[in-house]
């Protein structure tokens, strides 16, 4: 159990370790070229874990010094199969993108992960990756996905219109496009992260993006791969996590009196949703961009407390911050007046069901919050009273929640509160050193 107080200022400048989807990138990318890769700044946490242990079982040798990752690559054809499932744990994201390496190299091995991994929906890379030659089965749509080895030489070009904009999915089929005999094409209806277009094409592949518009539809995200360029490794510093930022970000804004600055944090515009639904509150946030890093933008976060206004978030807005809903849900409970989100289902099929889990643990703790199909409504001006919350084995339920507890009457208990550890282990020891009282 950990207990939340209600907070003094938060004041400080913080540091933040690598961003998560980089990390994992960054690390399986590293095993399919031949030679060392070199990552600093990774992310060492649950699910990133679960990647690494991965990579040691289809032969692929790793080392951790502090946060400088080391992997020895293989290349796709030196991968192998291990002779035991492969437990992803927690990780979606390990899931998928490896199951696109599975396919590419056509290793027979088993992808298996926690009761919370196995529910969710994997029909949407075994599908496609079938419809591209791989031997590939997964009873319901649902892991443990089995994979049987490869008969042919190499697997088909393909064209996908994906239902859904997701990252995951689009990363795993152009993996498996490394392997495919001409052109993987990708359509999403929203901007998912591009993290792997950009670090793929740091290493030498050869990709196309476009944004098609038709009169008088919403625009579509197109991606395409050309294989056949031979892979670099990798040498990166990766930037800070937004994700992470985010809860901090949301504390700061809340808590009379803040002030933080957080250094070297990721500012990929396909994962900033959140600082332009912040501004358009009214938040006093300033940015410094400092560069670029293999095609990734980073620079400094400035953010002092801000009496918020409620607003609607919808449409593409929503892609572009899709795993910043719990906290986002927080500060937008203490506006001044009403928010609400829509187009936001896919919340439903994160780590637990986020739009359930928010509406029930903010009701737990006396705020005023309506549950959609698609989203959900805020009444605002909300003034949380404290109590004992459940985060659903779901890491940013959790800090959403501490963050809820810095401004809360009396402390937020919260259950559970390791799987924090999840994505961001140190986020409770830098409440505490920006001032929060946490015991
Ligand atoms: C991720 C993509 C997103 C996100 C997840 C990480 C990634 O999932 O929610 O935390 O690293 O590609 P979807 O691809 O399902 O949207």
Redesign the pocket.
């Known amino acids: 159990m950990l207990k939340i107080s209600p907070s003094a200022p938060l004041k400080g400048t913080v540091v933040l370790t690598g961003d998560?989807?980089l990390s994992?990138r960054a690390a399986l990318f590293a095993a399919l070229v031949t030679g060392e890769s070199r990552i600093e700044n990774f992310l060492d946490a649950g699910v990133t874990r679960s990647m690494l242990n991965a990579l040691e079982k289809i032969g692929v040798s790793w080392s951790l010094d502090e946060d400088v990752l080391t992997v020895h690559g293989k290349g796709l054809a030196g991968l192998t199969s291990p002779a035991s499932p492969i437990n992803c744990g927690n990780s979606?994201?390990t899931m998928r993108l490896l199951a696109g390496v599975c396919a590419a190299s056509g290793l027979s091995v088993v992808l298996d992960g926690s009761d919370g991994l196995r529910s969710r929906p994997m029909n949407r890379i075994v599908l496609p990756l079938k419809k591209m030659g791989a031997t590939i089965n997964a009873v319901n749509g649902q892991a443990p996905l089995v994979f049987s080895g490869r008969s042919t030489s190499t697997l088909s070009s393909a064209s996908f219109n994906l239902e859904v904009?997701?990252?995951?999915?689009k990363?795993c089929l152009l993996l498996a496009g490394l392997a495919a005999d001409g052109p993987v094409r990708i359509i999403e209806p929203g901007p998912?992260?591009d993290?792997s277009e950009r670090m793929l094409a740091a290493m030498g592949a050869r990709l196309e993006k476009n944004v098609l518009q038709e009169f008088g539809h919403p625009a579509k995200f197109e991606t395409i791969l050309h294989p056949g360029n031979e892979l670099n490794p990798i040498r990166m510093k990766l930037p800070g996590d937004f994700s992470s930022a985010a809860f901090l970000i949301t504390a700061a804004l809340i808590t009379p009196g803040s002030e933080l600055t957080i250094r070297n944090v990721g500012l990929n515009p396909t994962r900033t949703g959140l600082l332009d639904a912040f501004m358009a509150m009214g938040a006093h946030i300033d940015v410094d961009d400092k560069g670029e890093q293999n095609g990734e933008p980073y620079g400094d976060i400035h953010v002092q407390y801000s009496q918020l206004r409620g607003i609607s978030v919808r449409g593409p807005l929503v892609v572009r911050m899709?795993?910043e809903f719990p906290t986002f849900a927080v500060a937008a409970a203490l506006a001044e007046g009403e928010t609400v989100v829509h187009d936001a289902g896919?919340l439903r099929l994160?780590e637990s069901d986020r739009i359930h889990s928010i509406c029930k643990q903010l009701k737990a703790i006396g705020i005023n919050i309506k549950e959609h199909d698609d989203g959900f409504h805020l009444s605002g001006n909300a003034s949380p009273v404290g109590g004992i919350v459940e985060p659903q084995g779901d890491h940013r339920i959790a800090m959403a929640l501490a963050c809820a507890g810095l401004v809360s009457s009396s402390p937020i208990q919260i259950n559970n509160p390791k799987i924090i550890h999840e994505s961001f282990p140190e986020f409770i020891p830098t409440l505490i050193g920006l001032g929060a009282t946490i015991g």
């Open positions: 998560k989807s994992h979606a994201t904009a997701s990252a995951q999915v990363t998912s992260r993290h899709i795993d896919e994160k």
